[in-house]
C-alpha cells in the first residue's frame, strides 16, 4: 500500500539533502499557551503526533535539535523522553546557538531546515535551506516560510514538518512500512 501523504514537488526539492532540523518550543511543538499551577509551574501540552516525528527524524538520520527562550523541568523531561541531543534552553538568541549546534555537527545552513512561530525564530528561519512555519505563526514569521502547515502549533505541525522532512529524503514510506 502506496503512502497517502503528498506534498509538492517544489518543496521536496527545496527540502532535500536537510541533515538537520531546528525547532522552537512555544508555539510550535506547543500551542503556545502557559498553564500555570496553583503553585506558579508553568505546565505546557504537547501533542503525542510531534513526538513521534522528532522519533522518525532521528531514525532516519536527520537531526532533530531544539532552541528554545525558555527552560523549565517537565520541558527538560519531555525532551529527554525523545531522545533530543541538541537542546539550547533560555536562549533569546537564537542563530548563535544553531550556528553552534551546525558546528558540532560538521553541517552548513544548507543542510539545515527549521520551523518557528515569532520573531526570534526569523534569524535561524532565514539562514536555513528550508523554514517552515505553524499555521498560527505571527504573519511576519508565515511570509518568511516556505512553508506553512495545516495544522497549528501543538496541534500536529512539527509532525507535519517532519513528514515532509521525510518524503524529501526519501525515507518515509521505508519507515512507513515497519509499522504495516
Given at each position: 500500500?502506496?503512502?497517502?501523504?503528498?506534498?509538492a514537488?517544489?518543496?521536496?526539492?527545496?527540502?532535500?539533502?536537510?541533515?538537520?532540523?531546528?525547532?522552537?518550543?512555544?508555539?510550535?511543538?506547543?500551542?503556545?499557551?502557559?498553564?500555570l499551577?496553583?503553585?506558579?509551574?508553568?505546565?505546557?501540552?504537547?501533542?503525542?503526533?510531534?513526538?513521534?516525528?522528532?522519533?522518525?527524524?532521528?531514525?532516519?538520520?536527520?537531526?532533530?535539535?531544539?532552541?528554545?527562550?525558555?527552560?523549565?523541568?517537565?520541558?527538560?523531561?519531555?525532551?529527554?523522553?525523545?531522545?533530543?541531543?541538541?537542546?539550547?534552553?533560555?536562549?533569546?538568541?537564537?542563530?548563535?546557538?544553531?550556528?553552534?549546534?551546525?558546528?558540532?555537527?560538521?553541517?552548513?545552513?544548507h543542510?539545515?531546515?527549521?520551523?518557528?512561530?515569532?520573531?526570534?525564530?526569523?534569524?535561524?528561519?532565514?539562514?536555513?535551506?528550508?523554514?517552515?512555519?505553524?499555521?498560527?505563526?505571527?504573519?511576519?514569521?508565515?511570509?518568511?516560510?516556505?512553508?506553512?502547515?495545516?495544522?497549528?502549533?501543538?496541534?500536529?505541525?512539527v509532525?507535519?514538518?517532519?513528514?515532509?522532512?521525510?518524503?524529501?529524503?526519501?525515507?518515509?514510506?521505508?519507515?512507513?512500512?515497519?509499522?504495516?
Amino acid at each position: 500500500m502506496a503512502p497517502v501523504l503528498n506534498f509538492a514537488p517544489e518543496l521536496l526539492l527545496a527540502a532535500q539533502g536537510v541533515q538537520v532540523a531546528f525547532f522552537d518550543i512555544d508555539g510550535v511543538l506547543t500551542d503556545g499557551g502557559l498553564y500555570l499551577s496553583g503553585e506558579g509551574e508553568t505546565l505546557k501540552r504537547f501533542h503525542i503526533l510531534d513526538g513521534l516525528g522528532l522519533k522518525l527524524l532521528q531514525q532516519a538520520g536527520i537531526t532533530p535539535a531544539v532552541i528554545t527562550g525558555r527552560d523549565s523541568a517537565p520541558l527538560r523531561s519531555r525532551l529527554k523522553a525523545l531522545g533530543l541531543k541538541h537542546v539550547h534552553y533560555a536562549t533569546e538568541m537564537k542563530k548563535p546557538a544553531a550556528e553552534k549546534t551546525l558546528a558540532e555537527l560538521g553541517l552548513g545552513w544548507h543542510q539545515a531546515a527549521a520551523i518557528g512561530d515569532d520573531w526570534p525564530d526569523l534569524a535561524v528561519m532565514g539562514s536555513c535551506a528550508f523554514a517552515a512555519a505553524p499555521a498560527n505563526a505571527h504573519a511576519e514569521v508565515k511570509a518568511a516560510a516556505r512553508y506553512v502547515t495545516h495544522t497549528a502549533g501543538g496541534q500536529g505541525a512539527v509532525r507535519e514538518f517532519c513528514d515532509l522532512l521525510l518524503v524529501a529524503s526519501g525515507r518515509y514510506a521505508t519507515l512507513l512500512e515497519a509499522y504495516r
